[in-house]
C-alpha cells in the first residue's frame, strides 16, 4: 500500500469510527452485498431544509453514484421529493402526516445491480415566518397570531411565551394565551392560531417572544413583541390584509402567476408554493400616468413574467395560494404589469418593476401604511415626500431609516454599509431551487437589523425616517442566524432613473411636498454581538503585544496621559480572533493608532483611568449607530473599495463589498467584506491600503424565501473526507 491509499483509508476509517457523532445527526447506510456505503448528512430534515448525501468506497474515494428517490410514505399527491445528481435531498413542499420515511437508492453508475438504499426522516416545517413576525403592543391589548405548517388534513402547534428567541426562557409575568385553533385542509397546509394578551404592567425582559413549535419538535418559529405603556399597537395585519379599494401602499401584492406547481408520477398538477411581495409606492410618469412600484422579483418573477400580466392584493401568500382561476380565491386585480428591469442583464443595477393601476385600485395620494401619526393608539398612513427621494452624502448617514413592508410592518433600523458591491442569486421558483441568474449589483446600501425586513417586504420603498424622504427600494436579506442580518436596499435614484429609462418617460414618487417624521420601532437592539470569553492563548498573545517594539514605538510617539492601559479582547472586525484593547483618555479618541500591532487587531476604547485601575473599563467598543463619520474618511474609503472590490469578489467566498464603520475602533471606516457562512476565504488581511477591513459571515442573500432559509452545511464527517480527498487528489 503506498503512501497516498494509506492516507485515504485512515481518513475513511476516523469517519467509520465515529458514525453519526462525526455530523450532528449525520449516519450511514450499507447494503452488505453492495461495495460502497452512503453517508448522509443528517437522518431527520424539516420541509424547509435539505440532506446532503455522499456515496464512498471501502478505500476512501467518491463513487460515482445514480441518485434516485425509491419511495416513502408520503401521499402520492405530494410526492416524497427530490434528489439532484450531486446527492442533495430536498424534501417535499407538504406532508400528509406527522412524519413521513422517505427511502433514497444508490447505484453505482458502471455496475447498475451494485446498490444501496437509506431511509430519511422528514418532518413538517413553517411555511413561512410566524405572523406576526414582529408587532408593538399596548398593555392589556391583544393580538391573534397564525403559523402555518406544511402538513395537510392534519398536524398541529405548540405554543408558549418566552423571555428568549429559542423557548428557553422564563414565561412569568410575560402575559397570557388563549386556547389554541387549528384547521386542517386536503388541499392546503394546516394553519394555527392563538391569541397572546399582554399583562397590564411591562415585565422585567425587553420583549415577549411567541413561540410555536411544530407537531412539539425541535422545528420553532418565534414572533417578537415590544411591550410599551404609551399605547401605541402596531403589526403587519393590516400590511397582510385584503383591501378592497384605494388600496393603500405598504400592503401585500403580487403576480396572479407567481406559484409553483408539482406533477405527481400520475400526471396531476397542484399549486405547492407561491410567492408575493409589498406594493411599495405610487410613482408617476411626465404625463401623470400612476403605477405601482416593487420589485421586479415581485411583480414580474424575477423576468419570468409577460407584459400585461395581473397584479394581485393581497399576494398569493396572503391569499391561501389561490390565484384569480380559483373560485374561492380572494386576491383581486389591481393592475397590470408593465415595464420591468431585467435581472439578468450586466447593464442593470436595480431589482424594480412597474404596473399599471386599475381605476380606483390605488390610493392616488401614495399613502403608505403606518407612515402618518399616532390615533386612538394606531398609526395612520401617510404618502412619502413627493420627487426623486433623498441621496446619501458623506457625513449625513447617520439618521435612522423605516419601512412598511408586508411581512414585518413598520420597523426602524440604521445604515450598516453604502457603496456595496454584492451576490444575489435569482430562482424561476418560490421555492429558490431552480437558479436563473446570479446578479451583481453596485453601490448599493444595506441596512443592519435581524427584523428590519423578511421575506414579503421585498419591493418596501424605505425611507429617512426623520423626514419621510426615500433613500431606497429593499429586495433582498441575508443573516448570520447569530442576531446579526442586512437588508439590501436599491438607491431610489437609481430605480426611478432605470425604470424611466425603460418606460420613456422621467419618474418620481407620488406622495407629499410636506416632510415628515415617521415613528421609528426598532426591534434590534444596537450593538447586538454576543459576547465573547477571552481565551487564554489570546490572552497571552495580547501580553505579547502590548510589550512589543512596535506597540513601544507606538506609546512613545503617543500625547503624555493618552494611553491608560491595554488588555486582551475579542475583534469585532474579525469574529474569533483576538484583539489587543487599547484604553485611552477620552480626549484624545482621535489620536492616532495603529490598526495592529504585532499583527494582533486593535480596538480603541475611551474610558478613565479610574475605571481602568478597578477593573471595570469596557470590554469592548461602543457600537456605532449608522454611519457617523468624516466626509474625506468616507471618501478615501471609497476610494479603496472602487480600487480593490473586483479583486477581493473574485473569491467564491465572498458575497459583497463595501464601506462601513469599524466596530473595533467606531471612529474609523472599515472595508466591509461579506463572507458566505461556512465559507473560508483564501486571504483574510486585518487592513487593506491602511484602511480597517470588517469581516461579517452571512448566509446567501434571499429574494423569496424567508432569509433564515438555510442550505443545511456539510457534516463534519463527509466535509473532512471532501477536504480530505481534494488535498490528495492534488498531491
Request: aromatic share 4%.
Amino acid at each position: 500500500m503506498n503512501l497516498r491509499s494509506y492516507q485515504r483509508v485512515l481518513l475513511f476509517t476516523a469517519c467509520l469510527l465515529t458514525l453519526a457523532g462525526c455530523g450532528d445527526g449525520a449516519y450511514t447506510a450499507h447494503n452488505p452485498t453492495a461495495n460502497f456505503l452512503v453517508n448522509a448528512s443528517a437522518s431527520d430534515v424539516n420541509t424547509n431544509g435539505q440532506v446532503s448525501l455522499y456515496s464512498l468506497f471501502p478505500n476512501g474515494e467518491a463513487a460515482p453514484v445514480q441518485w434516485s428517490v425509491e419511495s416513502g410514505d408520503n401521499a402520492d399527491t405530494l410526492g416524497q421529493g427530490r434528489i439532484d445528481a450531486t446527492g442533495v435531498y430536498t424534501p417535499p413542499n407538504a406532508l400528509s402526516q406527522n412524519t413521513v420515511t422517505v427511502q433514497i437508492h444508490a447505484h453505482l453508475v458502471n455496475q447498475p445491480t451494485d446498490q444501496t438504499t437509506l431511509t430519511l426522516r422528514v418532518h413538517p416545517g413553517f411555511v413561512q415566518p410566524l405572523l406576526p413576525e414582529v408587532a408593538t403592543l399596548a398593555l392589556g391589548k391583544s393580538l391573534p397570531a397564525r403559523a402555518q405548517i406544511s402538513e395537510v388534513g392534519a398536524g398541529s402547534v405548540t405554543w408558549s411565551l418566552s423571555s428568549n428567541a429559542v423557548g428557553t426562557g422564563s414565561s412569568s409575568g410575560l402575559g397570557s394565551l388563549s386556547a389554541a385553533s387549528c384547521q386542517h385542509f386536503r388541499q392546503q397546509y394546516t394553519s394555527c392560531s392563538v391569541t397572546y394578551t399582554a399583562p397590564q404592567k411591562l415585565p422585567a425582559s425587553s420583549a415577549v417572544y411567541l413561540i410555536a413549535a411544530a407537531n412539539d419538535t425541535q422545528t420553532i418559529a418565534s414572533s417578537k413583541i415590544l411591550l410599551n405603556n404609551h399605547g401605541l399597537t402596531s403589526t403587519p395585519a393590516p400590511n397582510q390584509a385584503i383591501q378592497s379599494q384605494n388600496a393603500l401602499l405598504g400592503s401585500s401584492g403580487g403576480n396572479n402567476n407567481d406559484y409553483d406547481t408539482y406533477t405527481t408520477p400520475t400526471g396531476q398538477s397542484y399549486i405547492a408554493d407561491c410567492c408575493g411581495g409589498t406594493l411599495g409606492a405610487l410613482v408617476q410618469d411626465a404625463s401623470g400616468n400612476q403605477y405601482i412600484l416593487s420589485n421586479n422579483h415581485v411583480l414580474a418573477e424575477s423576468d419570468q413574467a409577460s407584459p400585461g400580466s395581473t397584479i394581485i392584493q393581497p399576494g398569493l401568500m396572503d391569499g391561501a395560494c389561490r390565484p384569480l382561476s380559483d373560485p374561492a380565491s380572494t386576491v383581486h386585480p389591481i393592475g397590470s404589469l408593465k415595464v420591468w428591469v431585467p435581472i439578468a442583464s450586466r447593464q442593470t443595477n436595480v431589482d424594480a418593476a412597474l404596473a399599471s393601476v386599475n381605476p380606483g385600485a390605488v390610493n392616488p395620494n401614495g399613502a403608505i401604511l403606518e407612515l402618518g401619526p399616532l390615533k386612538n393608539g394606531t398609526l395612520t398612513a401617510a404618502p412619502p415626500v413627493a420627487g426623486t427621494g433623498e441621496r446619501l452624502q458623506p457625513g449625513n448617514l447617520a439618521f435612522p431609516v423605516v419601512k412598511s413592508g408586508r411581512t414585518t410592518g413598520l420597523t426602524c433600523s440604521h445604515i450598516g454599509a453604502i457603496d456595496l458591491t454584492v451576490k444575489v442569486n435569482y430562482y424561476k421558483d418560490c421555492a429558490e431551487t431552480q437558479l436563473y441568474s446570479t446578479k451583481i449589483f453596485r453601490h448599493q446600501i444595506a441596512i443592519e437589523g435581524a427584523h428590519f425586513t423578511d421575506s414579503g417586504d421585498s419591493g418596501a420603498l424605505v425611507l429617512n425616517a426623520r423626514n419621510a424622504k426615500a433613500i431606497g427600494l429593499y429586495f433582498a436579506g441575508g443573516t448570520n442566524g447569530d442576531g446579526q442580518a442586512l437588508s439590501l436596499v436599491n438607491p431610489i435614484r437609481d430605480v426611478l432613473q432605470e425604470l424611466g429609462s425603460a418606460l420613456g418617460s422621467p419618474l418620481q414618487l407620488v406622495g407629499t411636498k410636506t416632510p415628515h417624521p415617521v415613528t421609528c420601532i426598532n426591534y434590534d437592539l444596537p450593538g447586538a454581538h454576543p459576547a465573547r470569553t477571552i481565551p487564554e492563548i489570546w490572552r497571552h498573545r495580547a501580553s505579547s503585544a502590548a510589550v512589543s517594539r512596535e506597540y513601544q514605538r507606538f506609546a512613545n510617539t503617543a500625547p503624555p496621559g493618552a494611553i491608560l492601559g491595554t488588555a486582551p479582547g475579542a475583534s469585532l472586525d474579525n469574529p474569533g480572533h483576538a484583539a489587543l484593547i487599547i484604553y485611552v483618555n477620552p480626549q484624545y479618541v482621535d489620536m492616532p493608532v495603529p490598526a495592529t500591532i504585532d499583527g494582533l487587531r486593535t480596538q480603541v476604547i475611551p474610558t478613565t483611568a479610574a475605571a481602568v485601575s478597578a477593573g471595570t473599563a469596557p470590554t469592548r467598543p461602543a457600537s456605532p449607530v449608522g454611519i457617523n463619520l468624516p466626509a474625506a474618511a468616507i471618501e478615501h474609503a471609497e476610494q479603496v473599495a472602487a480600487e480593490r472590490t473586483a479583486q477581493i469578489m473574485e473569491d467564491p467566498a465572498i458575497l459583497g463589498v463595501g464601506v462601513a464603520t469599524s466596530l473595533d475602533r467606531p471612529t474609523e471606516p472599515a472595508l466591509l467584506v461579506l463572507v458566505e457562512l461556512g465559507q473560508v476565504p483564501r486571504h483574510m488581511p486585518a487592513t487593506i491600503d491602511g484602511l480597517r477591513v470588517r469581516y461579517m459571515s452571512l448566509q446567501r442573500f434571499h429574494v423569496t424565501r424567508t432569509r433564515s432559509a438555510v442550505r443545511p452545511p456539510l457534516s463534519s464527517c463527509a466535509l473532512r473526507h471532501q477536504m480530505g480527498w481534494q488535498a490528495l487528489r492534488n498531491n
